[in-house]
């Protein structure tokens, strides 16, 4: 069972930044596209970024293209997001999640066989 661990979290006032960190400390990310949601109160779980096994191939939802920054380090076994130019509207848990691929996988989405348990992200004055 893949255990994936968000850190990072925060409070931030708006217009600040953060970086989330998500990593396993017992399998290799690398046969993994991962990605990250978000669930704010009394809303759905929605997907933020995408990022494939290589790091190659990335995606963004509009509400945070051009903030977000979504990166990995397979030599870390981490996966990133910086998050730029944080809004209130930001304000959700984050979570990392796993889907397996392969390696050799070149395209991401945001389908899901792990999640981690989220980290709180916090905008405000």
């Known amino acids: 069972q893949l255990q994936l661990v968000e850190t990072g979290g925060g409070l931030v006032q708006p217009g600040g930044s953060l970086r989330l960190s998500c990593t396993s400390s017992?399998?290799?990310?690398?046969?993994?596209?991962i990605s990250w949601f978000r669930q704010a109160p009394g809303k759905e779980r929605e997907g933020v970024s995408c990022i494939s096994p290589s790091g190659s191939t990335t995606n963004y939802q509009d509400f945070v293209e051009g903030r977000f920054t979504i990166s990995r380090d397979n030599a870390k076994n981490t996966v990133y997001l910086q998050m730029n130019n944080l809004k209130p509207e930001d304000t959700a848990v984050y979570y990392c999640a796993a889907d397996r691929v392969g390696v050799g996988y070149s395209i991401c989405g945001y389908d899901v066989d792990f999640w981690g348990k989220g980290t709180l992200v916090f905008v405000s004055s």
């Open positions: 017992r399998f290799a990310l690398d046969n993994y596209v």
